[in-house]
């Protein structure tokens, strides 16, 4: 069965070939046959197909992926959301409050949580996901984050390296132990990438290089959270290692930024972690100016952003990161495809995954413009219509 969708007054390809940020096609049309985009360009030049659908002159774009999210968990930290707002300072050590939590969870509860989460990502747009473990600490619990995670989603990691387990007070290089063996025995079956939190109260860059490089070794690919609360190694490491992603970059020096520049890998940024708490806000501009490649990510987590919108996403690094609309748009799906080293999502274009999101709004630039306001009108995901 093929779907020709027509009537499309701004159709985003995120094709280089076609100009502009975006490769935007105006008055135009795309058909989906199966799970992949068949044809692109003009709605007067469209082929015949099976069925046919009219956007009305709405804005078509490739649904969000959203590359850096911790979505399996118990419990919340609504409280500790709180305290901030009254100006308690946000720390790394906040994540083990959600440890317990989630250990006494059982894997049904796990899974259901997960599978609204799921459905909430669909309709608002986001059509890929990658998933980060984190919250098990132990082999055992880390194993079943990444196997639950497994199940939704190709993209997940793991992140025995969030913090040091609170059994391993004062041990931490025993915990990396830990985590470069046992743990990594355990998940790297259900996993494509392995992380570390590269970061004061967390991992120094030495402890941060040996879970990277066992991971590695294992055939995982390399992310890395760095320089989030402060200057740090972390940037240099992962493009030392050749990481796909190194992600939160709000605290950079001039070589963090050459050393991106000169790299393949990319700087993945998470606006939802700053406005959650109240840190200032990565330079986007100053990034992308130096040729950096950037992406935008929800990290949709209990403890410091906790929402799944990339839409929201897209608004704050328009107005708080000197991002341009069609910046930001592109940083949202085609920036999170290269952060997980894909080229068959983030685009529009014949041979791509059909992985569509219709707007209610003629063009992206409503993304910013209007934020808050519920935009999705249609989601395609792999050619299956999931919001409509």
């Given amino acids: 069965m093929s779907e020709l969708l027509t009537g499309i007054g701004q159709l985003v390809t995120n094709d280089p070939d076609r100009g502009g940020t975006l490769g935007t096609i105006s008055d135009a049309a795309l058909v989906i046959e199966k799970d992949r985009i068949a044809w692109v360009g003009r709605a007067v ?9 009219d956007a009305g002159g709405a804005a078509v774009m490739p649904g969000y992926v959203d590359s850096h999210t911790h979505l399996v968990f118990g419990g919340d930290r609504a409280a500790e959301f709180d305290a901030r707002m009254t100006g308690q300072r946000y720390s790394a050590g906040g994540i083990r409050s959600t440890v317990s939590a989630t250990r006494a969870a059982t894997d049904d509860e796990l899974r259901a949580r ?26 055992a619990d880390e194993e079943r984050l990444v196997r639950l995670a497994a199940e939704v989603t190709s993209e997940v990691t793991l992140l025995g390296a969030h913090v040091v387990a609170p059994e391993f007070a ?15 025995d355990a998940c790297a ?40 609360l402060g200057a740090g190694g972390g940037v240099l490491l992962a493009v030392e290692l050749g990481a796909a992603s190194v992600d939160h970059c709000t605290v950079l020096s001039e070589d963090d930024v050459a050393a991106l520049a000169a790299s393949d890998t ?6 939802g972690v700053e406005f959650s708490t109240k840190q200032r806000y990565p330079d986007a501009r ?14 949709c987590n209990p403890g410091s952003s906790f929402t799944s919108s ?20 592109w940083a949202a799906t ?22 569509v999101l219709q707007l209610r709004a003629p063009s992206v630039g409503y993304l910013a413009y209007r934020p808050g306001v519920p935009l999705v009108a249609r989601v395609w995901k792999d050619g299956a219509l999931v919001v409509g």
């Fill in 45 to 53: 030049d469209a082929p015949a197909a099976d069925t046919r659908t």
């Fill in 310 to 329: 990339m839409a929201f996403c897209i608004a704050l690094a328009v107005r708080e990161m000197g991002m341009t609309p069609e910046q930001a748009v």
């Fill in 334 to 355: 085609a920036g999170g495809a290269a952060a997980l080293q894909r080229t068959d999502i983030g685009r529009i274009g014949p041979g791509a995954r059909a992985d």
């Fill in 286 to 299: 100053r990034l992308i100016d130096a040729g950096v490649t950037v992406a935008l990510a929800s990290d």
């Fill in 189 to 228: 079956p259900h996993s494509r990438w392995i992380d570390v939190f590269c970061e004061t109260g967390a991992f120094t860059v030495e402890q941060s290089r040996r879970v990277l490089e066992a991971g590695a070794a294992r055939g995982l690919g390399v992310r890395v959270h760095a320089n989030q």
């Fill in 170 to 184: 004062g041990r931490a290089d025993d915990y990396v132990d830990l985590v470069t063996g046992a743990m990594l």
């Fill in 266 to 271: 990319v700087c993945t940024l998470l606006p």
């Fill in 114 to 139: 997960l599978a609204g989460f799921a459905t909430e990502l669909h309709a608002q747009g986001t059509t890929t996901v990658e998933i980060k473990s984190g919250y098990g600490l132990s082999v």
